[in-house]
């Protein structure tokens, strides 16, 4: 069982103040939990940029390349077809294809990948410090108890409307 | 932070975070009305009607139908390629509103999303009965077949329309997916701990927390996926164009398809998300979410694209004059004035004339009558596919072939059926799942809530803090402290 010191907001600009607040004091914040994308969090948090843009890129190349792969040699190696003597290597007939299969692998191994970084998965526990945090509540958790003292302060000061401690 | 007062608000009622949370999530923990079995018994009731003709077809045959030798594609194609249409507006609110940053599309980009994959089911369908013997639709896949490594058609657009509409519908259902899983979390998060609800929800969400890194990886890949979706809904329909668009056939060989077909999808498909949008914030009491000023928004972009496509009717007319071709003049006037002038004219009417009426603020804000138009909009979409297809082949290059088609009973129950599939849906989600995006309408109350929309920046500054202020457990503090 963990502890956590959390503390409960109800204004995204409280919280993005709270977060500098405790950042100036280096009281380690362990996890920042919201209703809502606030905007703004991930820089005060200082998050590291998502590299799932970077890496649909990848999986779109490689859609790509598995479609042309594909086509051509199906269509133009293994059984070219005289058809009404067209092009064994009809380039522009598999444009439609090639665009479709790039955005199906950029899309779904994109999604795998945010599921798989997310540690999201059917069944998978829920770290839930206060069922307000899917609401309308945004939580701070505090896991190091050698900073509770400080923390504890930080939330008064900073405008927490409760803070408590939950064992998960 | 603020908006400008000339911005009217997207959210009405004061909401407070909580309050949007009940509003949704009271419907799915709370019963289900007697209307509500009542609805889906009967659209359910319709859909097996519908499957009921389809495994009549697939045992009998596709002689069942009033396909003849001239006109092979009829009601099938027609019913197909209006699904597809009616998808379109789902993806356009939701990927192609994203990009433009158009904060309206919050209130309805999920129920226009969830149709966006009711009516792909739905259009998926057709193609495969078509097929007659649908147990062989793997034969659409690049396969080595038994024959020899014999592939499937490169050169073929419907197979290219394999490829379209399986990846549009894998990626409609991932984006939306995406958007689902922290909606997901809050209705857990209010149901009953250990309940039945609770368990179902849990494994629904797959254990969103809502963490900081959460939410920035959902971002990111909700940025990516509208990215992607955007070409791609352009792509299906055009490629769904293409069917007809690369065939030899006067009335169907023309480039202006792909353009033409996709204004027509979006505009079919805001025609479709206005009539049952109104429809379910009457029913689910959502007026302030879904609000006047977004079917005032849905109904100039119905306006938009129903000019659109008339655009294309007189180009199409235009072109078949200027081309010289003969056979083109004859299958265009043929389209107006032959045998079936009253379908062509039912389409003009529909799609061109009817929406004009949206041109006066005062009838786009009145709810129901936008409701009626949006009806017509549905029937003169399925009317262009009908006039397209049916009018294009039943007078052949030889007038010995010439025939009349008219639908059997067995082709006229598929297509109520499919209604009913796609409302049987559509009314499963209503109930099941929250019809809007919570997380994100929560996102812009600061913004489009109507107690904050149009405050300038000081008054932004200078308000009362709203949300919940619960009593506290070991301290509280005023919610008024001034940041530090």
């Not at chain 1, 998050?47 to 998502?50: F, V």
């Not at chain 2, 596709?62 to 003849?68: F, H, Q």
């Given at each position: 069982m963990a502890k956590y010191l959390i503390g409960l907001y109800d204004d995204e600009d409280k919280l993005l103040a709270a977060v500098e607040a405790f950042q100036k004091e280096k009281v380690p914040i362990h996890e920042v939990c919201t209703p809502f994308p606030v905007h703004g969090l991930d820089h005060v948090l200082h998050?590291?940029?998502?590299r799932l843009p970077d890496a649909a890129f990848v999986y779109g190349a490689l859609g790509t390349l598995t479609a042309l792969t594909m086509q051509i040699y199906m269509y133009s190696i293994d059984w070219p077809i005289n058809i009404g003597g067209?092009?064994?290597?009809?380039f522009p007939s598999f444009i439609p294809i090639t665009f479709e299969l790039t955005v199906l692998f950029a899309g779904v191994l994109m999604f795998l990948s945010y599921l798989y970084v997310n540690r999201l998965y059917p069944g998978r526990k829920a770290v839930v410090y206060d069922p307000r945090q899917t609401d309308d509540a945004m939580v701070i958790a505090i896991a190091d108890e050698g900073h509770w003292d400080a923390a504890r302060n930080l939330f008064q000061k900073t405008g927490a409307f409760e803070a408590k401690i939950v064992e998960l | 932070m603020f908006e400008s007062p000339i911005r009217e608000p997207?959210?009405?009622?004061?909401?407070t975070y909580r309050k949007i949370t009940d509003d949704l999530v009271s419907p799915i923990l709370g019963p289900a009305s007697w209307k509500w079995y009542v609805t889906t018994a009967f659209t359910a009731a319709v859909m097996f009607a519908g499957f009921a003709a389809i495994a009549y077809t697939i045992w009998v045959?596709?002689?069942?139908?009033?396909?003849?030798k001239t006109i092979g594609w009829a009601f099938d194609i027609t019913n197909f390629v209006f699904w597809i249409g009616i998808g379109h507006a789902g993806t356009l609110i939701s990927a192609i509103l994203l990009l433009f940053r158009q904060r309206w599309r919050m209130a309805i980009n999920r129920a226009a999303e969830a149709m966006t994959i009711f009516a792909v089911i739905c259009a998926g369908l057709f193609p495969i009965i078509h097929m007659g013997r649908p147990w062989l639709a793997f034969w659409f896949l690049p396969l080595p077949n038994t024959h020899g490594p014999l592939w499937v058609n490169f050169n073929s657009p419907l197979l290219w329309d394999v490829f379209a509409i399986s990846t549009y519908f894998t990626i409609s259902l991932l984006f939306w997916y995406t958007g689902l899983i922290p909606d997901l979390a809050m209705v857990r998060d209010r149901a009953k701990p250990g309940s039945f609800t609770y368990h179902v929800y849990s494994i629904l969400s797959f254990g969103w927390t809502g963490s900081a890194k959460q939410w920035q990886r959902f971002e990111a890949v909700s940025l990516v996926l509208a990215g992607l979706s955007t070409p791609l809904v352009l792509s299906v329909h055009s490629i769904v164009s293409f069917d007809f668009a690369?065939?030899?056939l006067p009335g169907w060989h023309t480039t202006i398809f792909p353009p033409y077909f996709v204004a027509g999808a979006i505009f079919s498909g805001f025609g479709m998300v206005l009539t049952l949008m109104i429809i379910t914030r009457e029913v689910l009491n959502l007026k302030d979410y879904i609000t006047l000023e977004h079917i005032d928004a849905m109904a100039k972009v119905t306006l938009a694209t129903g000019m659109m496509v008339g655009f294309a009717y007189a180009t199409e007319f235009f072109i078949a004059w200027y081309s010289g071709s003969y056979w083109e003049r004859y299958i265009f006037l043929n389209r107006a004035f032959g045998p079936y002038w009253w379908s062509y004219w039912a389409m003009v009417g529909c799609n061109?004339?009817?929406?004009?009426?949206?041109?006066f603020k005062k009838l786009r804000r009145s709810p129901w009558f936008v409701f009626v138009i949006s009806i017509f909009v549905n029937i003169g979409m399925w009317f262009e596919r009908f006039v397209i297809i049916v009018t294009s082949l039943h007078r052949d290059f030889l007038a010995s072939s010439w025939r009349m088609y008219a639908p059997t009973w067995v082709e006229v129950t598929i297509l109520v059926g499919s209604f009913g599939l796609f409302l049987t849906l559509y009314l499963l989600f209503a109930r099941f799942l929250p019809v809007i995006a919570a997380a994100e309408t929560k996102s812009i109350l600061k913004t489009s809530g109507d107690q904050y929309a149009g405050l300038s920046w000081e008054a932004y500054k200078a308000r009362k803090p709203q949300g919940a202020v619960a009593p506290a457990l070991h301290f509280s503090s005023d919610p008024d402290t001034p940041k530090s």
């Open positions: 998050l590291k940029k998502s067209k092009s064994f290597l009809p | 997207l959210i009405l009622g004061k909401k045959g596709i002689g069942t139908w009033g396909l003849n690369t065939s030899i061109l004339l009817i929406p004009q009426v949206f041109w």
